[in-house]
């Protein structure tokens, strides 16, 4: 069963940049759709990009595109996203999360079977 490891969050000013990280055990996570939502207190999970695993296509919400980007390597089974011109409304836990369902993939979190423990992070103005 998969499970994940997540690391990166923490306190960052408006404008920069963090790295955060899924590393994943107990399969490959190349083989299936992976994301990553956000979570702010009092709001509903958000969801920022996805990759489908067939084809590579990645999809990204509005309000991130050009400022996160999904990375992955896949010799560390682990997948990342680089978040950079941070804003304080990005303040937020992130969680990693994996479709195991061949599809395309979705920013909707009631597909995904797996989650990691989520990381916070706080961006300050």
């Known amino acids: 069963q998969l499970q994940f490891v997540e690391s990166g969050g923490g306190l960052v000013q408006s404008g920069g940049s963090l790295r955060l990280s899924c590393a994943a055990s107990?399969?490959?996570?190349?083989?299936?759709?992976v994301a990553w939502f956000r979570q702010a207190p009092g709001k509903e999970r958000e969801g920022l990009a996805c990759?489908?695993?067939?084809?590579?296509?990645?999809d990204y919400e509005n309000s991130v595109k050009g400022r996160f980007t999904m990375l992955r390597d896949s010799a560390k089974n682990t997948m990342y996203l680089q978040m950079n011109s941070l804003k304080p409304d990005d303040t937020a836990v992130y969680y990693c999360?994996?479709?195991?369902?061949?599809?395309?993939?979705?920013?909707?979190?009631?597909?995904?079977?797996?989650w990691g423990q989520g990381t916070q992070v706080t961006v300050s103005s």
């Open positions: 990759r489908t695993s067939y084809g590579g296509r990645t």
């Open positions: 107990g399969d490959t996570l190349d083989l299936y759709n």
């Open positions: 999360a994996v479709d195991p369902r061949v599809r395309r993939c979705e920013l909707w979190p009631g597909n995904y079977d797996y």
